[in-house]
């Protein structure tokens, strides 16, 4: 699924894989397509519930594939839709359920209320996180997650808790499009770090000059909800 932006994530984590000297292949898992054999990095975006119906389909037979995937430590970054169904179930709006896979222990109702608008999100791994949510989705986490940052301007999970995503294992679920990667590049160097870890036994980072992506993160701070 990609809405607002969301496949702007890949692009970005590609451009900077590239930048710190490996030789990234994307390869699109469509409804009804096979998981590659070999998986470094896994990315999903967010769509309309409409879509989510097909995808929840499609997503609880390759459960077991992907809920093994996490436990092996393989880093995943879920956005909005994706990040609903890789909890345990999200009920719609309209009171459907959609049966989740479990890698993350968070459950989601739609809600009668929108969150809309720009982010931040302090957090003790990444530092400040900053993004732009767009969704009714009311999402409580279990004992099994904790949280992707405190919530310091916006709404996140849900307007009570004080708090936006969720971390099990190196996945990482969240309501920040915008897209999240190009302004918060600590995520796609995490990403990019945890997959050459597990497939070449380390990461030698490179040094880059951020300025771009600082000013996006300032502008979209400056920006009204």
């Known amino acids: 699924m990609n809405i607002y932006g969301d496949r702007g994530n890949v692009l970005a984590l590609t451009r900077r894989a590239h930048a710190h000297g490996f030789a990234p292949r994307v390869v699109e898992v469509n409804p009804g397509?096979?998981?590659?054999?070999?998986?470094?990095?896994i990315v999903g975006g967010g769509g309309q519930d409409s879509g989510q119906g097909r995808v929840a389909a499609?997503?609880?037979?390759?459960?077991?594939?992907?809920?093994?995937?996490?436990?092996?430590?393989?880093?995943?970054?879920?956005?909005?839709?994706?990040?609903?169904?890789?909890?345990?179930?999200f009920v719609t709006h309209a009171g459907e359920?959609?049966?989740?896979?479990?890698?993350?222990?968070?459950?989601?109702?739609?809600?009668?209320?929108?969150?809309?608008?720009?982010i931040v999100l302090e957090s003790d791994e990444f530092g400040e996180i900053i993004g732009y949510e767009n969704h009714s989705g009311d999402t409580v986490l279990g004992p099994g997650s904790r949280p992707l940052g405190r919530v310091t301007r916006g709404a996140g999970n849900n307007p009570r808790d004080g708090v936006e995503g969720a971390r099990a294992h190196n996945v990482i679920g969240s309501y920040l499009h915008g897209s999240l990667l190009p302004k918060n590049p600590a995520i796609s160097d995490f990403l990019i770090a945890t997959a050459s870890h597990r497939r070449y036994g380390g990461f030698e980072p490179r040094v880059f000059d951020d300025h771009t992506a600082l000013r996006a993160r300032e502008s979209a701070k400056r920006r009204p909800r």
């Not at 390759?62 to 345990?88: N, S, T």
């Open 33 to 41: 397509g096979p998981l590659p054999t070999h998986v470094d990095i």
């Open 58 to 89: 499609d997503l609880v037979t390759k459960g077991e594939a992907l809920r093994q995937l996490a436990v092996d430590g393989v880093p995943m970054l879920m956005i909005c839709g994706l990040y609903q169904l890789f909890g345990h179930r």
């Open 97 to 118: 359920e959609l049966t989740g896979i479990g890698v993350l222990d968070v459950e989601t109702r739609g809600g009668d209320t929108r969150m809309i608008g720009n």
